[in-house]
């Protein structure tokens, strides 16, 4: 049984507790914030019992295996190295790290620490994800996908109030590539591998990030348009395309719905199994296996497969960013 600690007390982090402890893997034993009460409202419900106001203390307790980060972008990566020089292993919400300088410190503090440093991007871990990757491996003529994931973000309405929430501030390394747009590119990275050039034609707001934009991914033969906002809702599908078939799922961040359309035949057939109720189970599955069983070969590969992806990501986000004429604080550093 892993013991999990948790920085970040909002509903993402509740999903991922429940997610974590549905796995039978997991027990919830500490909560760090800066109010204590805070921590035990949050934390008690859960039976956890060590509550912290200091990172290190926090870092430092016996008692904590792994810790689930899900503070503000700008402050994972601070967070993450003080936990990882206390040998705990860190899952570290989506998008890990600001920009690829906090990356690669990162990987290097968790190889001296003997840790495991992991990136909660959920969606590549379910079944569903799997399988269009599969379908990909039996087709050799891409022509082009379109990922779309714009979701209107209520605190969108403070910064119309001239205001700046987190969630849109450079300092918090904030955005909509940020939060949202980094599932698509996940998801084109993850199946199509790297790409040869990218562009980001972003819509800036009065806080000078994204709010919503188009993103352009370039491989050999074909492209990637990925659409992504958090000022305005989409209900479109994403697609894949090929010669004579298309792939037509309900969504690239969580996937309920995969068909494949023929197009000399006109037929349609479904290849998406049931998703978890809790979109995270699988995520949680999967990193206490390794977290488990570190030694065993498969996991050590699966493991390595997850990191270069999530460099990959990180590496490809920030190209965007500067495409698009988008600084984070944490750039000037």
Same mark, same amino acid.
């Given at each position: 049984m892993l013991n999990l600690g948790i920085i970040g007390t909002n509903w993402i982090t509740n999903q991922f507790i429940d997610a974590a402890i549905e796995t039978k893997e997991y027990q919830l034993v500490a909560v760090? !914030?800066?109010?204590?009460? /805070? $921590?035990e409202t949050f934390g008690k419900p859960y039976g956890a019992t060590i509550f912290e106001t200091k990172l290190e203390d926090?870092?430092?307790?016996?008692?904590?295996?792994?810790?689930?980060?899900?503070?503000?972008? !700008?402050?994972?990566?601070? /967070? $993450?190295l003080t936990l990882m020089k206390a040998k705990k292993h860190v899952i570290v919400e989506k998008p890990m790290f600001s920009n690829p300088t906090e990356w690669y410190a990162a990987k290097q503090v968790a190889e001296e620490n003997d840790v495991f440093l992991?990136?909660? $991007?959920?969606?590549?871990?379910?079944?569903n994800f799997t399988i269009v990757k599969e379908e990909l491996t039996k087709i050799d003529d891409i022509k082009g996908a379109t990922f779309t994931y714009m979701k209107y973000s209520s605190r969108y309405d403070q910064v119309l109030e001239g205001q700046e929430p987190n969630i849109f501030s450079p300092h918090f390394s904030g955005g909509a590539l940020s939060d949202l747009g980094v599932y698509g590119v996940y998801a084109a990275i993850g199946w199509f591998g790297m790409p040869i050039s990218c562009h980001y034609f972003a819509q800036k707001i009065a806080t000078e990030v994204d709010g919503m934009g188009t993103m352009i991914?370039?491989?050999?033969?074909?492209?990637?348009t990925l659409l992504t906002g958090k000022m305005?809702?989409?209900?479109l599908p994403s697609e894949i395309y090929t010669l004579n078939q298309t792939i037509l799922m309900d969504g690239v961040n969580a996937i309920s719905s995969i068909e494949v359309i023929d197009r000399k035949t006109a037929t349609r057939q479904e290849r998406a199994t049931p998703p978890q109720e809790n979109p995270m189970v699988d995520e949680a599955k999967a990193f206490a296996k390794v977290l488990n069983h570190p030694e065993d070969k498969k996991n050590q590969e699966l493991y390595q497969s997850?990191?270069?992806?999530?460099?990959?990501?990180?590496?490809?986000?920030?190209?965007?960013?500067?495409?698009?004429?988008?600084v984070f604080d944490a750039d000037k550093i």
């Open positions: 760090y !914030s800066r109010k204590k009460e /805070q $921590a926090f870092a430092n307790h016996p008692g904590i295996d792994v810790v689930y980060i899900a503070s503000p972008n !700008s402050l994972h990566f601070q /967070q $993450a992991l990136e909660a $991007a959920r969606h590549i871990h379910e079944q991914l370039r491989y050999p033969g074909f492209d990637v305005v809702d989409s209900y997850w990191l270069l992806l999530s460099q990959q990501v990180n590496e490809v986000l920030k190209k965007l960013r500067d495409d698009a004429g988008i």
